[in-house]
């Protein structure tokens, strides 16, 4: 128990805190654990995000890479946002599996689409534009858009 003096020069107790200091105690906790679920829940969506965005890059690459691997085919490829690869030969094999990846709920892409558009260049290669669309985990639309030489 602490003693101190009052306006008299008496000792006086003082015993606990009063009923207004802990209510503001409570409401000073209270904003600050407010502010840290804000935090956290901005972290998780932001995680959230950052995992979509590096699905949609290894989904580019994936397809860069099988386009490398018959690259004298490139050219067989190439298929616009929307469009349904078919055949049988392997580039429409590899387009099939790249377009259900992208499509797939499995994939982690919302809404998930893919195109590929080739532009030949004067020194006689082809550059190629692959674009991946998306939709964020707040529903806004999101692309990636990578391009090649082949």
Do not use: C
């Amino acid at each position: 128990m602490k003693n101190s003096l009052d306006a008299f020069g008496n000792f006086k107790s003082q015993r606990g805190l009063t009923l207004v200091e802990i209510l503001v105690t409570a409401v000073v906790m209270s904003v600050g654990l407010l502010g840290i679920a804000a935090l956290h829940l901005a972290s998780l969506k932001n995680s959230v995000d950052s995992n979509t965005r590096s699905k949609a890059i290894w989904m580019v690459h994936d397809i860069e890479d099988r386009m490398r691997a018959n690259r004298a085919n490139a050219n067989s490829y190439v298929i616009l946002m929307g469009a349904i690869p078919v055949g049988t030969s392997v580039a429409a094999l590899d387009l099939i599996a790249w377009k259900n990846e992208l499509t797939s709920a499995s994939s982690g892409l919302p809404n998930g689409d893919g195109s590929i558009i080739a532009l030949p260049l004067p020194s006689g290669g082809t550059l190629y534009t692959i674009t991946v669309k998306w939709a964020e985990h707040s529903g806004t639309p999101t692309q990636f858009v990578s391009q090649t030489e082949i």
